[in-house]
């Protein structure tokens, strides 16, 4: 009968003190700690995407901030000059007596043919209207010494430029009565009235940059650009009539 011995002692206790090390090596807090390799790479392209939409959003709010300080609160910016404000009323169909003819052909050209509709100004006498294209405007007016003031009209027509700088007027009636139709640039001085019995005041023009006066004596209106130099019109003052004196200069260059 044969017995078996436990085979290679110094082996097996080799092999076990093996085993100890390794788990104890598994175990340390270093080696949990240490990152362990991904299979997949980190998507760093994210965190660029995320740098760039920063940064663009960023710019924009340097854009808006600059162009805000550039625009000011828009309270304390200085009046706009420009064309008399009736241009931004409706357009409405113009009657066929107050269509452009032959005069209006001469500022507006050709194509003033074409043009049917234009903004309208009430005024005492009945609707007056301006009208025009690129080229210019004209301001036509029914005539309140007429026994047909609709039918009866004046008409008076100017470049563009020039609109824009001193407006448009037309003066109808009689010598010794005047209908004094004007629009007035925005953001100019208002128009001030003379007359020959000493008279002086403002003009203010409605809220779409109108002035209508209506003038029994000799009187003049002076009317004011951008800069301060003036245009008169002459209100029921018969031919070779002196001008109505104008007050003492106030250092305003005189156009």
Not at 141 to 147: N, Q, Y
Not at 168 to 197: K, M, N
């Amino acid at each position: 009968m044969s017995t078996m011995q436990r085979p290679m002692p110094d082996f097996a206790e080799a092999l076990e003190r093996h085993l100890r090390d390794a788990a104890a090596e598994i175990a340390s807090p270093a080696l949990v700690a240490a990152p362990v390799p991904s299979a997949r790479p980190r998507p760093r392209w994210r965190v660029g995407r995320g740098f760039a939409a920063a940064g663009s959003l960023a710019f924009v709010a340097v854009v808006v901030a600059i162009v805000l300080i550039a625009s000011g609160s828009g309270t304390k910016t200085a009046p706009a000059f420009g064309e008399p404000l009736v241009l931004r009323t409706p357009l409405v169909p113009l009657p066929k007596v107050a269509r452009p003819g032959s005069s209006a052909a001469q500022i507006l050209g050709p194509e003033s043919a074409t043009i049917t509709r234009g903004h309208e100004i009430p005024t005492s006498a009945g609707p007056a209207y301006l009208y025009g294209n690129a080229a210019g405007q004209c301001l036509t007016v029914p005539d309140p010494a007429s026994p047909e003031p609709a039918v009866e009209r004046g008409v008076t027509c100017l470049p563009a430029a020039e609109l824009g700088r001193f407006g448009i007027t037309l003066v109808l009636g009689t010598d010794d009565e005047s209908f004094y139709v004007a629009a007035i640039p925005q953001g100019v001085r208002a128009p001030v009235l003379r007359t020959e019995s000493g008279e002086t005041r403002t003009l203010e023009p409605s809220g779409a940059g109108v002035v209508t006066v209506k003038a029994t004596e000799p009187s003049v209106v002076t009317r004011f650009d951008r800069d301060g130099a003036t245009r008169e019109d002459a209100l029921a003052q018969p031919p070779g009539y002196p001008v109505v004196p104008a007050p003492p200069p106030s250092g305003n260059a005189s156009g």
